[in-house]
């Protein structure tokens, strides 16, 4: 009977040391995918964070730029890549919000896709 209670606790210690092997191998930061897919996810979200603050940037600078009507320009940001889109009043706003736009500190450029507003058109 002590025969068998011993051997029962020598394969419930083999398991446990064969298990804890496993875990510290699947933890290795070269083989593990879950960390690594983790990883990619967090930086993922940081960069959509950023854009998102670059954008609100742009459009701050672009309403405290006189002479430039922001009721109908979007502003995208992409790794400092911004792209005006839109429609403005008159077409010597086009320039004034692409020179706003540079002015702003992470943009590194701007494309202008803004054209100008037609008669009667909203």
Do not use: C, F, Y
């Amino acid at each position: 009977m002590k025969a068998i209670h011993a051997i029962r606790m020598a394969v419930g210690a083999l398991v446990v040391a064969t298990s804890v092997g496993a875990w510290a191998q699947a933890s290795d930061p070269g083989t593990d995918t879950a960390n690594t897919a983790a990883s990619a996810k967090a930086s993922k979200k940081a960069a959509r964070s950023a854009n998102r603050a670059l954008q609100k940037k742009v459009r701050a600078a672009l309403a405290r730029a006189k002479g430039v009507s922001v009721a109908n320009i979007t502003v995208r940001a992409n790794n400092g890549a911004v792209t005006l889109a839109g429609t403005v009043p008159d077409a010597s706003q086009i320039d004034l919000a692409t020179q706003a736009a540079q002015g702003v500190a992470g943009v590194t450029s701007v494309k202008n896709a803004l054209t100008v507003r037609s008669e009667g058109g909203q």
